[in-house]
C-alpha cells in the first residue's frame, strides 16, 4: 500500500513539473548593426513582405499517430522578416519611400521546424525558403535564400529549442540579404 501511495505521488510531481505547450511561438530575428552610408541619402525604397506559404504552422510536433501539435507564429512571420530587413536597409541609409520606383518585396516560401519519431530518436528538420524581388525602374532582380537543419534527440524537443533554430535561420538569412552586394547593386539601380 506504501508503494502504491509513494508511486501515485510520484506519478503525480512528475505531471505537475511536465511544461505545457504555448499556443503560438515566438520568432525573433537579431540582425547585427549595419554600416551607415551604403546607400546615397536621396535614395528611397518600399519594402514589402508577403507570405506564400502552402501551411501556416511554423512548428509541428507529429510523435504519435493520435498526437499531432501545430502553432503558428505570435507575429505573422512576413511582417517580421519585412520590418527586420527594412530597420537594416534604413540603417545603411535607405529611405523608405511608399511611391518609390524601387521595390523590395521579401517572400516566405517555406518556413517551419517539423518534429517526427520514426523509431527510438526524435527527428527534427527545420527549414526557412525566402525569395527576395527586387524591382528598379522596370529592371528586376530575383534572389532565393535557403536555410535547412536536421537534428536528432533522445529526448523530445522543446518549443524553445524549435523556435531558436528557425530563429537563427531567419536571422542569418536576414544578414545575408544585408550583406549581398548583388542587391545592394540591384537597389542603386546598376544590374
Known amino acids: 500500500m506504501k508503494k502504491l501511495v509513494v ?5 503525480m510531481i512528475l505531471a505537475g513539473c511536465a511544461g ?14 549595419q554600416p551607415a552610408g551604403v546607400y546615397p541619402p536621396s535614395l528611397e525604397a518600399s519594402v514589402v513582405g508577403r507570405d506564400m506559404r502552402t501551411d501556416p504552422y511554423i512548428i509541428m510536433y507529429e510523435t504519435d499517430r493520435d498526437s499531432i501539435a501545430m502553432l503558428v507564429s505570435r507575429v505573422p512571420p512576413q511582417v517580421m522578416v519585412k520590418d527586420s530587413l527594412a530597420q537594416g536597409l534604413r540603417a545603411q541609409g535607405l529611405s523608405r519611400g511608399d511611391r518609390s520606383n524601387i521595390t523590395i518585396s521579401v517572400v516566405i516560401q517555406e518556413l517551419q521546424a517539423k518534429v517526427t519519431k520514426p523509431g527510438a530518436l ?26 535547412e537543419a536536421n537534428k536528432e534527440s ?24 544585408l550583406e549581398d552586394p548583388r542587391v545592394r547593386t540591384a537597389i542603386k539601380g546598376k544590374m
Open 7 to 11: 508511486l501515485l505521488s510520484v506519478a
Open 122 to 147: 526524435y527527428t527534427t528538420k527545420a527549414r526557412t525558403r525566402l525569395q527576395l524581388v527586387i524591382g528598379n525602374n522596370g529592371t528586376s532582380l530575383t534572389l532565393d535564400y535557403n536555410r
Open 154 to 177: 533522445v529526448l523530445r524537443p522543446k518549443v524553445l529549442d524549435l523556435e531558436t533554430m528557425l530563429n537563427g535561420q531567419l536571422s542569418d538569412i536576414v544578414t545575408k540579404i
Open 20 to 33: 505545457t505547450m504555448p499556443d503560438k511561438a515566438d520568432l525573433y530575428i537579431e540582425v547585427a548593426g
